[in-house]
Nanobody, 115 residues
Framework: QVQFVESGGGLVQPGGSLRLSCVAS????????MGWYRQPPGKQREFVAS???????NYADDVKGRFTVSRDNAKKTLSLQMDSLKPEDTAVYYC?????????WGQGIQVTVSS
């Protein structure tokens, strides 16, 4: 069973940038679509972005134009470049397959956008 480990989060000021990484314990090539999700404080987990094998990407409306998702199957890694961060981007961020599987959720990584 695959395990995902997220990293790269932290505290950043509004307008700043962060790059999240997610490393899988096994090959991610078999996951046709991989995605990032987030859970803001007091809210449900929500979709952020996804990327297919071959590179086609999809984004939630509120991150479109600010976030960039990518994958490197050889390195078993999924990445999320987050620019122009806003306070409402504050959340715990997770990677998972698309559609997600309950047994694939990792610990997630905290991102806090605050001045």
């Amino acid at each position: 069973q695959v395990q995902f480990v997220e990293s790269g989060g932290g505290l950043v000021q509004p307008g700043g940038s962060l790059r999240l990484s997610c490393v899988a314990s096994t090959s991610i090539f078999s996951f046709y679509v991989m995605g990032w999700y987030r859970q803001p404080p007091g809210k449900q987990r929500e979709f952020v972005a996804s990327v297919m094998n071959g590179g086609y990407t999809n984004y939630a409306d509120d991150v479109k134009g600010r976030f960039t998702v990518s994958r490197d199957n050889a390195k078993k890694t999924l990445s999320l470049q987050m620019d122009s961060l806003k306070p409402e981007d504050t959340a715990v961020y997770y990677c998972n397959s698309v559609p997600w599987r309950a047994d694939y959720w990792g610990q997630g990584i905290q991102v806090t956008v605050s001045s």
